[in-house]
T-cell receptor
């Protein structure tokens, strides 16, 4: 595809349920990032995948959050036992190689609402 | 903990004026510095990046970097109502993810 694709665009779930958010990066991009943006706030770093290296998980807020990237392409962010404070827009981004001066291309995000 | 600080604003300027947005960062090892613009309800988009001390100009935008003082700024000349958005400062080091500030909301009145 032409850009970073995220699905679903909106997700409403009940507290305690598990959710999976999907990100399909730009073809050929080796670096993939997940961020979270709460209402009126900046982007909170969650996790970073760079090629075949071990992911940087230092931003994950709790062990309820996990992410994987299969085949160096599609990534899934999983939130277990969702809480109301997990409500936010989850943004995925990719870049060509992950070097320091590269532009990040963002998807349109998944708006997660936990009731 | 790496931190990127911005004044949340809102910063209000009249059309045609210069808007000055500032950002400070805590990690002296930071190597690259970015300004992203985010319109309400949209995803961030890159405006400029800078990695050397001094100024970098691109059209109406000038990024300024002072590594000794650990600050980076963005100047927008001849501000237009279409520049009204949230501006996010971001920094990173080699091999690490981009860390964003909370953003400064700019409002340009016509």
């Amino acid at each position: 595809g032409a850009g970073v694709s995220q699905s679903p665009s909106n997700k409403v779930t009940e507290k305690g349920k598990d959710v999976e958010l999907r990100c399909d990066p730009i073809s050929g991009h080796t670096a993939l990032y997940w961020y979270r943006q709460s209402l009126g706030q900046g982007l909170e770093f969650l996790i970073y995948f760079q090629g075949n290296s071990a992911p940087d998980k230092s931003g994950l807020p709790s062990d309820r959050f996990s992410a994987e990237r299969t085949g160096g392409s599609v990534s899934t962010l999983t939130i277990q036992r969702t809480q109301q404070e997990d409500s936010a827009v989850y943004l995925c981004a990719s870049s060509r190689t992950g070097t320091t001066n590269e532009k990040l291309f963002f998807g349109s995000g998944t708006q997660l609402s936990v009731l | 903990q790496k931190e990127v600080e911005q004044n949340s604003g809102p910063l209000s300027v009249p059309e045609g004026a210069i808007a000055s947005l500032n950002c400070t960062y805590s990690d002296r090892g930071s190597q690259s510095f970015f300004w992203y613009r985010q319109y309400s309800g949209k995803s961030p988009e890159l405006i400029m990046f800078i990695y050397s001390n001094g100024d970098k100009e691109d059209g109406r935008f000038t990024a300024q970097l002072n590594k000794a003082s650990q600050y980076v700024s963005l100047l927008i000349r001849d501000s237009q109502p279409s520049d009204s958005a949230t501006y996010l400062c971001a920094v990173n080091q080699a091999g690490t993810a981009l860390i964003f500030g909370k953003g400064t909301t700019l409002s340009v009145s016509s």
